[in-house]
């Protein structure tokens, strides 16, 4: 089984800086894998989970509207792991944050991590 494991989520002020990282881990059927792209998005209560970055293995990468300019995604490829580096926090980035990751090889499948508490207030 492949199993993402997230960190670097807490507490922040406004205006202050976190760096989320998540790592995927593990076999698909006892064979090695390949993830193809890894992303975040966040949750909280009452809303839907919303996409915040995505990147793919050749480096191409997306952001939301509303946090483009302050994020920064990034991907090891070799070590299957991604980081969010997010800067001019706000109150309203305050989410559950998910990483997520697509694997091609050896087959199709979708990955999701168990979410890390990202709080951001004064």
């Known amino acids: 089984q492949v199993q993402l494991v997230e960190s670097g989520g807490g507490l922040v002020q406004p205006g202050g800086s976190l760096r989320l990282s998540c790592a995927a881990s593990?076999?698909?059927?006892?064979?090695?894998?390949?993830?193809?792209?890894m992303g975040w998005y966040r949750q909280v209560p009452w809303k839907e989970r919303e996409l915040v970055a995505t990147?793919?293995?050749?480096?191409?990468?997306n952001y939301a509207a509303i946090v483009k300019g302050r994020f920064t995604i990034s991907m090891d490829n070799a070590k299957n792991t991604t980081y969010l580096q997010m800067n001019n926090l706000k109150p309203e980035d305050t989410a559950v944050y998910y990483c997520?990751?697509?694997?091609?090889?050896?087959?199709?499948?979708?990955?999701w991590g168990q979410g890390t508490q990202v709080t951001v207030s004064s």
């Open positions: 997520n990751a697509v694997q091609l090889f050896p087959y199709t499948q979708v990955y």
């Open positions: 593990g076999t698909a059927s006892g064979s090695i894998f390949k993830i193809n792209a």
């Open positions: 990147i793919t293995s050749g480096g191409s990468t």
